[in-house]
Protein backbone atom coordinates (compact mmCIF):
# COMPACT_ATOMS: atom_id res chain seq x y z
CA UNK A 1 0.00 0.00 0.00
CA UNK A 2 1.03 3.21 -0.47
CA UNK A 3 2.64 5.90 1.87
CA UNK A 4 -0.81 7.66 3.23
CA UNK A 5 1.03 10.92 2.90
CA UNK A 6 1.30 9.93 -0.71
CA UNK A 7 -2.34 8.77 -0.87
CA UNK A 8 -3.67 12.21 0.71
CA UNK A 9 -1.86 13.91 -2.13
CA UNK A 10 -2.44 11.92 -4.86
CA UNK A 11 -6.49 11.90 -4.12
CA UNK A 12 -5.84 15.75 -3.87
CA UNK A 13 -4.35 15.79 -6.92
CA UNK A 14 -7.03 13.54 -8.61
CA UNK A 15 -9.35 16.83 -8.08
CA UNK A 16 -6.21 19.11 -9.87
CA UNK A 17 -6.40 16.79 -12.76
CA UNK A 18 -10.33 17.23 -13.05
CA UNK A 19 -10.06 21.06 -12.22
CA UNK A 20 -7.90 21.24 -15.22
CA UNK A 21 -10.55 18.95 -17.43
CA UNK A 22 -12.72 21.59 -16.69
CA UNK A 23 -10.62 24.52 -17.60
CA UNK A 24 -9.91 23.12 -20.67
CA UNK A 25 -13.50 22.27 -21.71
CA UNK A 26 -14.18 26.12 -20.79
CA UNK A 27 -11.61 26.93 -23.58
CA UNK A 28 -12.33 24.78 -25.79
CA UNK A 29 -16.16 26.26 -25.48
CA UNK A 30 -14.83 29.66 -25.70
CA UNK A 31 -13.12 28.83 -29.27
CA UNK A 32 -15.67 26.86 -30.17
CA UNK A 33 -18.02 30.10 -29.88
CA UNK A 34 -15.29 32.02 -32.00
CA UNK A 35 -15.67 29.26 -35.30
CA UNK A 36 -12.60 28.38 -34.65
CA UNK A 37 -13.11 23.93 -34.70
CA UNK A 38 -8.98 23.13 -34.87
CA UNK A 39 -8.51 25.10 -31.19
CA UNK A 40 -11.81 24.24 -29.93
CA UNK A 41 -10.76 20.46 -30.44
CA UNK A 42 -7.18 20.57 -29.61
CA UNK A 43 -8.73 21.91 -25.93
CA UNK A 44 -11.90 19.06 -26.15
CA UNK A 45 -8.91 16.68 -26.48
CA UNK A 46 -6.67 17.88 -23.75
CA UNK A 47 -9.86 18.01 -21.46
CA UNK A 48 -10.09 14.07 -22.05
CA UNK A 49 -6.30 13.97 -21.89
CA UNK A 50 -6.40 15.57 -17.95
CA UNK A 51 -9.66 13.50 -17.29
CA UNK A 52 -7.63 10.05 -18.56
CA UNK A 53 -4.76 11.77 -16.00
CA UNK A 54 -7.31 11.32 -12.90
CA UNK A 55 -8.48 8.19 -14.25
CA UNK A 56 -5.28 6.65 -13.68
CA UNK A 57 -4.92 7.84 -10.49
CA UNK A 58 -7.88 6.46 -9.46
CA UNK A 59 -6.95 3.04 -11.03
CA UNK A 60 -3.33 3.24 -8.91
CA UNK A 61 -5.02 3.89 -5.57
CA UNK A 62 -7.01 1.27 -6.46
CA UNK A 63 -4.53 -1.22 -7.77
CA UNK A 64 -3.02 -0.80 -4.56
CA UNK A 65 -5.72 -0.98 -2.05
CA UNK A 66 -5.67 2.45 -1.02
CA UNK A 67 -8.74 4.34 -0.22
CA UNK A 68 -10.28 6.62 -3.54
CA UNK A 69 -11.69 10.36 -2.31
CA UNK A 70 -13.01 12.55 -5.17
CA UNK A 71 -12.83 15.95 -4.07
CA UNK A 72 -14.70 18.67 -5.17
CA UNK A 73 -13.57 21.50 -7.79
CA UNK A 74 -13.85 24.66 -7.84
CA UNK A 75 -15.44 26.16 -11.34
CA UNK A 76 -13.34 27.02 -14.06
CA UNK A 77 -12.44 30.30 -16.02
CA UNK A 78 -14.82 30.74 -18.95
CA UNK A 79 -14.84 34.34 -19.76
CA UNK A 80 -11.74 35.25 -21.54
CA UNK A 81 -10.53 38.58 -22.75
CA UNK A 82 -9.28 37.53 -26.42
CA UNK A 83 -7.79 35.09 -27.86
CA UNK A 84 -4.42 34.62 -26.77
CA UNK A 85 -5.67 34.40 -22.58
CA UNK A 86 -6.99 30.94 -22.55
CA UNK A 87 -3.68 30.16 -23.86
CA UNK A 88 -1.78 31.49 -20.92
CA UNK A 89 -4.51 30.26 -18.54
CA UNK A 90 -3.70 26.87 -19.91
CA UNK A 91 0.51 27.42 -19.57
CA UNK A 92 0.39 28.42 -16.13
CA UNK A 93 -2.35 25.60 -14.83
CA UNK A 94 0.64 23.29 -16.72
CA UNK A 95 3.27 24.91 -14.75
CA UNK A 96 1.35 24.48 -11.44
CA UNK A 97 0.07 20.98 -12.13
CA UNK A 98 3.98 20.25 -13.22
CA UNK A 99 5.15 21.59 -9.67
CA UNK A 100 1.94 19.04 -7.78
CA UNK A 101 3.43 16.41 -9.71
CA UNK A 102 6.79 16.67 -8.35
CA UNK A 103 5.43 17.32 -5.02
CA UNK A 104 3.84 13.94 -5.07
CA UNK A 105 7.23 12.55 -6.59
CA UNK A 106 8.76 14.26 -3.65
CA UNK A 107 6.46 13.27 -0.88
CA UNK A 108 7.53 9.24 -2.26
CA UNK A 109 10.96 9.46 -2.09
CA UNK A 110 10.49 10.86 1.27
CA UNK A 111 8.56 8.08 2.04
CA UNK A 112 10.21 5.14 0.04
CA UNK A 113 7.17 4.82 -1.46
CA UNK A 114 9.31 2.99 -4.26
CA UNK A 115 6.50 1.71 -6.26
CA UNK A 116 4.62 5.12 -5.67
CA UNK A 117 7.98 6.72 -7.20
CA UNK A 118 8.34 4.57 -10.03
CA UNK A 119 3.87 5.71 -10.46
CA UNK A 120 5.20 9.25 -11.16
CA UNK A 121 7.68 9.06 -13.62
CA UNK A 122 4.97 9.02 -16.29
CA UNK A 123 3.32 12.30 -15.24
CA UNK A 124 6.89 13.82 -14.66
CA UNK A 125 7.43 12.99 -18.66
CA UNK A 126 4.23 13.97 -19.53
CA UNK A 127 4.03 17.59 -18.08
CA UNK A 128 7.33 17.99 -19.90
CA UNK A 129 5.66 17.77 -23.17
CA UNK A 130 2.76 19.81 -22.06
CA UNK A 131 4.59 22.66 -21.04
CA UNK A 132 6.08 22.81 -24.29
CA UNK A 133 3.39 21.95 -25.93
CA UNK A 134 1.59 25.20 -24.32
CA UNK A 135 4.21 27.38 -24.83
CA UNK A 136 4.65 26.45 -28.08
CA UNK A 137 0.98 27.30 -28.83
CA UNK A 138 0.86 30.35 -26.58
CA UNK A 139 3.96 31.69 -28.97
CA UNK A 140 1.67 30.96 -32.07
CA UNK A 141 -1.15 32.13 -31.00
CA UNK A 142 0.47 35.71 -29.26
CA UNK A 143 2.03 36.08 -33.24
CA UNK A 144 -1.19 35.25 -34.72
CA UNK A 145 -3.85 36.72 -32.77
CA UNK A 146 -5.08 38.66 -35.68
CA UNK A 147 -4.78 35.53 -37.99
CA UNK A 148 -7.14 33.22 -36.48
CA UNK A 149 -6.32 30.98 -39.99
CA UNK A 150 -2.95 30.57 -39.36
CA UNK A 151 -3.56 29.62 -35.47
CA UNK A 152 -5.85 26.96 -36.73
CA UNK A 153 -3.58 25.85 -39.38
CA UNK A 154 -0.78 25.45 -37.08
CA UNK A 155 -2.74 23.56 -34.54
CA UNK A 156 -4.29 21.16 -37.31
CA UNK A 157 -0.47 20.84 -38.66
CA UNK A 158 1.31 20.23 -35.64
CA UNK A 159 -1.39 18.95 -33.19
CA UNK A 160 -3.25 16.39 -35.77
CA UNK A 161 -4.09 13.00 -34.76
CA UNK A 162 -1.98 11.18 -32.10
CA UNK A 163 -1.40 7.83 -30.97
CA UNK A 164 -1.85 6.34 -27.79
CA UNK A 165 1.31 6.37 -25.21
CA UNK A 166 1.91 2.34 -24.89
CA UNK A 167 3.91 3.20 -21.45
CA UNK A 168 1.09 5.28 -19.75
CA UNK A 169 -0.79 4.20 -16.77
CA UNK A 170 -3.76 1.82 -16.69
CA UNK A 171 -6.59 4.19 -16.03
CA UNK A 172 -9.99 3.20 -14.03
CA UNK A 173 -13.14 2.53 -16.43
CA UNK A 174 -11.43 2.09 -19.25
CA UNK A 175 -11.65 -1.78 -19.26
CA UNK A 176 -8.57 -4.15 -20.67
Given amino acids: MPAPRFVEQLNAQIGNELSAH ?15 PRMAAFFYDQALEERSHAMMMVQYL ?11 VGAPTSLFADLVA ?5 LAQERTVTDQINGLLRIAREESDFASEQFM ?35 AREHGAEGEDATAPRQAGAGG
Avoid at 121 to 137: G, H, N, P, R, Y
Fill in 121 to 155: QWFIKEQVEEVATMSDLLAVVRRNHDDIEDIEEYV
Fill in 22 to 36: NQYLACAIYYDALTM
Fill in 62 to 72: LDTDAEVTIPA
Fill in 86 to 90: PVELA
